[in-house]
C-alpha cells in the first residue's frame, strides 16, 4: 500500500483503509504535500503541517472527517534539468550555483564547445 491509496481514499473513497497493520505505509508528509497542490484542501494540509506530532491516526482522521468527498488528481511538479548546467558543472568542476553564474558569463559558441566535449567524454 503506498501513500497515494491514502489520499485516493480520503479524498474520494472514504472507506476508511487505515488500519494497525498498515499504519507504517501513512507517511504524513506526502499526504500533507499531496493536499497541498488542491486548492481546497491547502488550509487542511497547513494545519496538518503544524500538527506534524499528533498521532498518524489523528491525522489520517482528520483528513477523513475535513475534506469534502470529491475525485482529486494533480501531477506533482517535477525538477527541470537543464543540460547545458550539467554539462558546464561536470566540465569546470563547479557547484550547481556557480555553475548557474559561469552559464551567463559564458557565450553560446562556449557553452555548446562545453557541451559537446562532456558529451564526448561519457
Known sequence: MSPFDF????????????????????IPIIINRAYGYYSDCVLHANQMNMAHHLDKQLQHDFFLHGLRKRKRYTPWHKKVVNHELECISLYYKLSNR??????????????????????RKE
Do not use: G, H, M, P
Open 98 to 119: 556557480k555553475a548557474k553564474e559561469a552559464l551567463k558569463l559564458l557565450s553560446r559558441e562556449q557553452i555548446l564547445t562545453i557541451v559537446e566535449r562532456v558529451e
Open 7 to 26: 489520499v485516493k481514499d480520503l479524498s474520494f473513497n472514504k472507506c476508511n483503509i487505515f488500519t494497525s497493520e498498515n499504519e507504517d505505509a501513512y
